[in-house]
């Protein structure tokens, strides 16, 4: 919400200084015309006071301009009836792991927009209901399902559309059959069948695109199909997720993504898995890379590693 972290007006403050304040400071060519006179807004532009950031739309300061204004000047530059849609108001609802640009708004179908400053992408729909909006919080922008169906249509490839899904679900965004109920409003959503599956397998408890991939290669191959995130307890007593766990033949596989390219957190994540393991069960470790490059590598391994443990095949 605009103005964490940031110092509220006196109580005596006019109202163009509590728009800007709740607008982190920036504010449209119209909204400054309703306080000041056109005069008056020149002078704090000649002066270094305020600064346009597109043909409409300035902020109250000649520095740089962060991401939340950035935000706001594509809302009030697209118009009245634009919000935050897709990957953007995600990332303004605390979606972390995926570059800030373009910013993406949405807009009714009918509705007639503004120009647009560099870096922002316009999209429409024929389907918004009041439900689908967060009713708090500014700039307007959609709520966290809405915003994640929207941003796997408008994702550049299938990849990263897998991969904001799985994002959503391991940070907590979304859960349950939030997406599915989304799609079923949408008559004509792109990628629907991604979606649906993806968020099924996310709900099941495959939290991030490496253990996405690794779950499709398990089926591609044929072989039993793995608990995901399962709850084990180590030698201390603490709660430990599991990525695949192979239960009836105990072989355990934890996909290695970039957080092991740390030392310190390689070592800290062997001493855990060293903590957690008794005899008879086995552990194999595959980096997130080796399952989408070598797969036919990650697959032998695997189908040797449970036939080693009695599957029998």
Known sequence: MAGWGRRLPDDDADELTWLLFHQDDVVSLDQARRHLSPKAIRHRVATGKWRQVHRAVFVAHNGPVSPDQFRWTAVLAAGPRAILGG?????????????????HILLPAPCRRGSLPPGVVAHRTGTLRDQDVLAVGQPRRTMPARSIVDAVQWADDDQQARAVVAAAFQQRLVGGDDLHRIVETLPRVRRRQLILATAADAAGGAHSLAELDFLGLVRRAGLPEPARQKIRYDSTGRRRHLDAYFEQWGVHVEIDGGQHLDPRAWWADMRRQNALWV??????RFPDWAVRAHPDEVETQLRAALKAAGWPG
């Open 279 to 284: 005899d008879g069960d086995r552990l194999l």
């Open 87 to 103: 990957l953007t108001a995600a990332q303004a609802g605390g979606l972390r792991g995926f570059r800030g640009r373009p910013i």
